[in-house]
């Protein structure tokens, strides 16, 4: 395992599943961290240890941070259970002598439900973040929000270095409410674009293609946009419009989208993302 340095930075891990193993194993070979986690599941944390030997892991958050003086804790429970978390950690904050950053990517879950149920006043240094799933395959996309005045720009800077690992994008908003709308583009977006893909595949079929060509053509299609866009100083309209030639086949296609309404569809679907996830936010940060 990582032996602790005077120069590494410990960060605990609270929950051992699949976006808290993603920055885990993105993290595990720097010397620069001794990274550790909690998970109940036996099986779950012997899977953890014999995949990524440096890191400590122990069945509960009780044990891990009565041993280890972690400078950040990563919350990565599932929202239901963020409240039990919550309030079996405040004991074991409440000794501490210095409040580390805690890191939430429970969705749904707010700051001010956090900070209520900790009980550790307003300068709890406290940032929620909305990952997207690629970000297990180290390609994701992360907003971010800091709860002001209280994390300081070395905390922030740390955070960006964690997610560095798993992420392409990061974004940091300066309102809570806007990570709403991070979920609605973002944390939700890649089943926007699954379904997609998936029309378009089944489109190529039912056109004579094999399912192996047609989901081949597609995937890559979707990606070699997505790289073009991201590399051109054109914006998205004029990307549209470059490869759109006067009465020929995009053209074609495209009008059938603008006469079915795409634009207000993605529209409503966005706005039923970010409403759901206000929601959330309410039926899990009850008291």
Known sequence: ?????????????????????????????????????????????????????????YSNSDSMLGEEKPQAVVLAVKPQIMKTVMLDLKPLLHQMD??????????????????????????????????????????????????????????????????GAVCKHISWVDREPLIDAVTAVSGSGPAYYFLIMEAMQ??????GLSVEDA???????????????????????????KVTSPKGTTEAALKVMEAANIRQLMHDAVFAADERSRELAEEFGKE
């Open 98 to 163: 210095t409040i580390p950053l805690l890191i939430s990517i429970a969705a749904g879950i707010s700051t001010s439900s956090m900070q209520r149920w900790l009980d550790l006043g307003d300068t709890l240094p406290l940032i929620r973040l909305m990952p997207n799933t690629p970000a297990l395959i180290g390609q994701g996309a992360v907003g971010c929000y800091a709860v002001p005045g209280c994390v300081s720009p070395d905390q922030r800077l740390l955070t960006e270095s964690l997610l």
């Open 215 to 241: 989901k081949a053509l597609t995937l890559q299609t979707c990606l070699g946009a997505a790289k073009m866009a991201m590399e051109s100083e054109d914006d998205l309209a004029m990307l549209r419009r």
């Open 1 to 57: 395992m990582h032996a602790k340095t005077p120069q590494s930075l410990t960060i605990a891990f609270i929950g051992g599943g699949n976006m808290a193993e993603a920055i885990l194993g993105g993290l595990c070979h720097d010397d620069q961290y001794r990274l550790v986690f909690s998970e109940p599941s036996r099986d779950r944390r012997d899977y953890m240890k014999q995949k990524y030997p440096t890191v400590e892991g």
């Open 202 to 207: 089944n489109a190529g079929v039912e056109a």
